[in-house]
């Protein structure tokens, strides 16, 4: 395969909802000649493939997934735009047929899809909408409306209501058909025979089995089978066709029905697909609140006057006017106004922010009060929402090493079922005698067993409750559900993890790393100390040496200025204003000359600091930047400036100690900084003076001495290296991009709590995965032998089967209520 015919597709499979039949899926995709990879995404229902362009197309790509037995409701190969058509009377297969045909005719159309379920077709290529619009009118079908292909995570929502829906509506169809037969079966079978029910139930078991309710069962199952795969579909088959066939025997020779329970089976399955798909939607409700977040229009000035536009024709630069209680439409910089942000939808915290110009904001976060002007920097796929909606669709269809056990397993499960229930059935034929006691002991205390049953009968009910009661489901959602509800929740609150591996490791961290600057503080030098000579006020000398500095671009001089107006002191105007290179400053202040700086710099001036030496010394041994004040040749005091701490540090060290970990700052500042900073949050280790390259070697140093399970946490340019490294990287999301694109954890807002949220929320997950695949492997370990045993009826085994899966799910919905930090 060239560079040129490289292509990527991807396809959404509404019905692969689990690792199991993801795993038939790539399997089949993997064997077609021209296929260079395949990743599946069960939480998206989505496969990417890349293959050869000069050997397959996106067409050949979907009949091999449809002969594994998977319906593909949508295909996008990334060529020609799309156009979405809705069109309401497509209400059956055969319709989609005669749209589809009536499309393909259209000049520069490549593709079209059709949607019965959600009444849509959408058409790739270079025909116009008003062109496919008349092609399907001429075919007999009104358009209720065109659109532009949307984005894929709408339409994975769109997907996932309309699979929902199409389940919805095969329940009803089998439901109610069921529900006639088990009200006729009880008197039929306790009061008095009913004259012909054999006939009726046959009927009103036709569309539940065969037609409208089972069809898509069985040709899952066919198409399964064919292509030497087996998905959970073929059981279900096998267990509801035959005895509904067996059952007809009784029109010609006098033998129990089985009818009912091959219409039962069929329901309680079309009954479990429902509620696992309604149930699997709570658990992504993250990533679906997210989708709804953001605005549909926006209001940008054009012209000299402000229009309303759709959210999709924003450009970078436009000027937006966002009122109170609006929605910022993409994110942006604040060029005019004032207002409180609510940026919870971001961040978890539900405190507004205050904004004004040359902040920035996030679209889809909401306007508390105020009239803002905002110019939009980042639109469509490059917004923080898309980048969020990314991330967590990535990890949510993302897999954890001990998922490997799961596929493992379920790849040869169905096989090994069928093998069972074909052994259970020849068993019970030869062995019926040997067997029967069984039945005897399990009558004493299940309801449903009859020890007195005909030897033919047993077999057919052993080998049936074998097939319907052995799902691999369970075991298929045991990790993709838990990593679903976990990274949504970490969406939720801020916390974004790429991957269910980083999930996995993250458990067994013993040692978190962290940067200082940026990280433990601010990353911003404050005014922290003024302390004045014998005979000076405070005041004045932070006045005096706020006027110079005022004068001056560097970091510390602004945060004098800064702490000078905190206490509302009046800066003056300098004159003569002068850089001592390295040194520090002068100027002249009402009419005195003032020169800040360190000491070497006064004693050139001939100034004596003896006075403020004591002081200056504790105030350096603190970690501060500490510079001296003089007024005409005298020396009148000190004032001293350190990055100050974020507000939460010094708790979230202490909780991470809570958690048994050994926390280490690595920092490229001076040792005397760093302890003094480590001092006052109560840091175990340091390791000062460490340059970038540096930190690699650190990192590699620890990760030697505590096993391979070291956490780092950084939010510069200069860490990416340190965060690759690491067995986890935790990047501030304030920080460079280098830095998040380098982590495996992304923190939305510059907290360490969330650090340590991050590593309770991956324990609370891998915990749920390993509840799930316990429960999910011991169900089908001890149901299958008392199954295979005849002491399983099939109806009860296949509510069960429903029950294991629908429970896996719930208990993964459990973890919502992990408390936040």
């Not at 059952?247 to 009912?260: A, D, Q």
């Not at 709804?292 to 000299?304: H, I, M, N, S, Y």
Request: hydrophobic share 50%; with cysteine.
């Amino acid at each position: 395969m060239t560079a040129d015919s490289q292509q990527t597709a991807t396809l959404t499979v509404p019905g692969m909802g689990s690792d199991h039949c993801a795993g038939i899926v790539r399997s089949a995709l993997e064997r077609a000649t021209g296929v260079a990879s395949v990743q599946t995404n069960t939480a998206a229902h989505r496969v990417e493939v890349r293959y050869d362009g000069a050997q397959l197309d996106a067409g050949k790509l979907r009949g091999i997934v449809e002969g594994a037995g998977y319906d593909v409701a949508a295909v996008d190969d990334g060529g020609d735009a799309a156009v979405k058509l809705v069109v309401p009377g497509m209400g059956s297969d055969h319709c989609a047929g005669i749209v589809a045909t009536a499309l393909r005719r259209v000049d520069g159309v490549t593709a079209v899809d059709t949607n019965v379920a959600s009444h849509t077709a959408t058409v790739k290529g270079r025909a116009s909408a008003e062109a496919l619009r008349s092609a399907v009118e001429a075919a007999g079908y009104d358009v209720a409306e065109t659109r532009q292909g949307e984005g894929r995570e709408d339409a994975r929502a769109e997907i996932e209501e309309a699979y929902l829906a199409q389940a919805k509506k095969r329940l009803w169809i089998a439901g109610v058909p069921t529900a006639l037969i088990m009200s006729l079966m009880m008197p039929h079978m306790f009061w008095a025979p009913i004259p012909g029910y054999l006939a009726i139930v046959a009927l009103l078991a036709l569309p539940v089995v065969f037609l409208f309710g089972g069809w898509a069962t069985h040709r899952s199952a066919f198409r399964s089978m064919a292509s030497g795969g087996f998905n959970m579909d073929v059981l279900i088959s096998l267990g509801s066709l035959p005895p509904y066939l067996i059952g007809l025997v009784g029109f010609v020779y006098p033998m129990t029905s089985f009818i009912e329970m091959a219409s039962t089976i069929m329901t309680f399955h079309l009954l479990g697909r429902y509620l696992e798909a309604r149930v699997k939607g709570n658990a992504s409700q993250a990533i679906k609140r997210l989708l709804t977040l953001g605005a549909k229009t926006a209001r940008v000035e054009r012209d000299g006057a402000e229009v309303e536009v759709p959210i999709n024709e924003l450009a970078v630069g436009d000027v937006m006017v966002i009122r109170p209680g609006e929605k910022i439409p993409t994110d942006g910089e604040v060029i005019d106004g004032g207002s409180h942000v609510d940026e919870s939808i971001a961040t978890g915290e539900s405190v507004p922010v205050e904004k004004g110009p040359g902040d920035e904001v996030l679209g889809a976060t909401v306007n508390s009060e105020g009239r803002l002007r905002v110019r939009a920097t980042r639109v469509g796929a490059d917004t923080f929402l898309s980048q969020i909606i990314r991330l967590v669709d990535e990890a949510q269809g993302s897999k954890v090493p001990i998922q490997e056990f799961a596929d493992r397993v379920t790849a040869r499960f169905v096989p090994i079922v069928i093998a069972i229930a074909a052994a259970s059935f020849l068993l019970w034929l030869l062995f019926a005698d040997n067997l029967r006691p069984v039945l005897e002991w399990g009558a004493t205390f299940l309801p449903w067993v009859d020890p007195g049953v005909a030897t033919p009968v047993a077999a057919i009910l052993a080998a049936v409750a074998v097939l319907v009661i052995a799902c691999p489901c369970a075991l298929g959602l045991a990790t993709p559900t838990a990593l679903m509800v976990g990274s949504g929740m970490g969406a939720e609150r801020g916390v974004l993890i790429r991957s269910g591996e980083a999930i996995q490791t993250m458990k067994d961290i013993a040692v978190v790393v962290l940067d200082k600057t940026g990280t433990i503080t601010r990353g911003q030098p404050v005014l922290t100390d003024v302390v004045a000579a014998e005979g000076f006020e405070e005041n004045e000398v932070l006045r005096l040496a706020a006027a110079v500095e005022n004068a001056s671009e560097h970091p510390l001089a602004r945060a004098v200025v800064d702490g000078a107006r905190g206490r509302d002191l009046e800066i003056a105007e300098v004159g003569d204003f002068a850089s001592v290179t390295a040194r520090g400053v002068r100027g002249r202040v009402d009419n005195r000359d003032i020169l800040i700086g360190n000491a070497r710099l006064l004693g050139e001036s001939g100034i004596d600091t003896g006075a403020l030496e004591s002081e200056l010394k504790r105030l350096e041994e603190a970690g501060r930047t500490a510079v001296l004040v003089a007024a005409d040749g005298k020396a009148i005091g000190i004032v001293a400036c350190a990055d100050s701490l974020k507000p939460d540090s010094a708790d979230a060290i202490k909780a991470m100690h809570a958690m048994g970990l050994r926390v280490v700052m690595i920092t490229g500042d001076n040792e005397r900084a760093a302890k003094a900073v480590a001092a006052e949050v109560g840091i175990d280790e340091v390791q000062a003076g460490v340059l970038p390259e540096g930190k690699v070697a650190a990192i590699r140093a620890l990760q030697e001495r505590f096993g391979q399970r070291v956490a780092m946490v950084g939010d510069g340019i200069n860490d990416a290296p340190a965060l690759k490294q690491a067995n986890i990287g935790i990047a501030i999301g304030a920080g460079a991009d280098v830095a998040i694109e380098a982590a495996d954890v992304t923190l939305v807002r510059g907290e360490l709590g969330k650090v340590v949220e991050a590593i309770k929320l991956s324990r609370a997950t891998f915990d749920k995965i390993v509840q799930n695949l316990w429960w999910a492997s011991g169900y089908n370990l001890a149901a299958i032998p008392i199954a295979a045993l005849g002491l399983l009826h099939p109806m009860i085994g296949v509510v069960a089967m429903t029950a294991s899966s629908l429970s896996v799910i719930g208990n993964s919905i459990r973890l919502r209520r992990l408390p936040a930090e």
